[in-house]
């Protein structure tokens, strides 16, 4: 069984994201152009998060965390739910953790009264497009974040 923990600017949380991010560097380079990341980077997100109203959740399984979230129930570009940062340690992917993470998300976003959720996925990130299209998104425009194309999808709740 997963817990969802707030993920706020204690040295101990904020470790725990930088191992789970660092266990993907291939996500590090495509998403911020280099393989690891640092206390600074976590910080820096934790200040954007609080800008725009975006929670954060450390995901545990077993006692150690597994998995970090970032979600808000209404993006102020379109007033929908949105997930802006979902990333499984390394270690725990194929586990499952994903899977049952998502699954934990949209029930906690569905008793929010939201009825749809969207995020928006890099469009050369192939795994991370064909996880969410098994958990029934669907692409509804494409982006340009930061220089790189993205793919926008949704599901209705």
């Given at each position: 069984?997963?817990?969802?923990?707030?993920?706020?600017?204690?040295?101990?949380?904020?470790?725990?994201?930088?191992?789970?991010?660092?266990?993907?560097?291939?996500?590090?380079r495509l998403?911020?152009?280099?393989?690891?990341?640092?206390?600074?980077?976590?910080?820096?997100?934790?200040?954007?998060?609080?800008?725009?109203?975006?929670?954060?959740?450390?995901?545990?399984?077993?006692?150690?965390?597994?998995?970090?979230?970032?979600?808000?129930?209404?993006?102020?570009?379109?007033?929908?739910?949105?997930?802006?940062?979902?990333?499984?340690?390394?270690?725990?992917?194929?586990?499952?953790?994903?899977?049952?993470?998502?699954?934990?998300?949209?029930?906690?976003?569905?008793?929010?009264?939201?009825?749809?959720?969207?995020?928006?996925?890099?469009?050369?990130?192939?795994?991370?497009?064909?996880?969410?299209?098994?958990?029934g998104f669907?692409?509804?425009?494409?982006?340009?974040?930061?220089?790189?194309?993205?793919?926008?999808?949704?599901?209705?709740?």
């Amino acid at each position: 069984m997963l817990e969802f923990e707030p993920n706020c600017r204690m040295r101990k949380k904020m470790k725990a994201e930088v191992e789970i991010m660092n266990s993907n560097p291939a996500f590090n380079r495509l998403a911020r152009g280099r393989e690891t990341i640092g206390f600074e980077e976590v910080e820096s997100e934790f200040q954007e998060c609080e800008r725009r109203g975006v929670r954060r959740l450390l995901v545990k399984k077993d006692r150690r965390y597994v998995a970090v979230i970032d979600y808000c129930l209404q993006n102020p570009s379109d007033s929908e739910a949105w997930i802006s940062l979902f990333v499984v340690h390394r270690a725990h992917q194929g586990t499952g953790v994903a899977h049952e993470a998502y699954g934990e998300l949209e029930a906690l976003v569905g008793i929010s009264g939201r009825n749809r959720l969207r995020l928006a996925v890099h469009a050369s990130n192939e795994a991370g497009l064909a996880f969410w299209m098994k958990k029934g998104f669907h692409s509804f425009k494409e982006v340009d974040i930061g220089g790189k194309p993205h793919y926008c999808l949704e599901k209705e709740l």
